[in-house]
């Protein structure tokens, strides 16, 4: 009779076992540092949300006296608002539970029709969103001329 061994299967077996872990630990990782890209890429989109709005001098419903856009930063959360004589709330975003931000600077404001930002000349605010999970860290920059990067 012709068959297969039991040696020879259990060798089989092991090595599919041993290629399917090592593919889902990579894809796991994978899949944990583009949530945090995605996530970071949200944060640059309001960063410039906020700018353009300053730019412009757009004013919110309520808003009167206009002189900033401020981005302020919580652990799990950030808000965008509109400074006038009282702050308005233009938009507010929780992060996933297993992202946390931090920030150099407790708020980045833009100032209205281009007159730059709170940042002091010579430095930057650095955003930093920390993964819990996976340990990942993702930093966006605001330079005080407003460029985000």
């Known amino acids: 009779m012709r ?46 949300l906020a700018q353009e709005r300053a730019l412009s001098g757009e004013m919110p419903a309520g808003c009167t006296g206009l002189t900033s856009y401020d981005f302020e930063i919580a652990a799990n959360s950030y808000q965008i608002l509109a400074h006038c004589a009282s702050q308005v709330l233009v938009k507010s975003v929780d992060l996933p539970v297993d992202i946390t931000a ?36 993702i930093t966006v920059t605001v330079t005080p001329g407003g460029e985000i990067k």
């Open 3 to 48: 068959g297969y061994t039991l040696i020879e299967l259990l060798i089989t077996l092991t090595i599919i076992g041993l290629l399917f872990g090592f593919g889902f630990v990579n894809f796991r990782d994978y899949s944990r540092r583009q949530h945090l890209a995605s996530v970071a890429t949200g944060v640059k989109g309001d960063l410039r």
């Open 102 to 137: 931090s920030t150099t600077l407790g708020t980045i404001s833009f100032k209205v029709l281009g007159n730059g930002t709170n940042i002091p000349a010579g430095s930057e605010a650095k955003v930093t969103l920390t993964q819990a999970d996976g340990g990942l860290t």
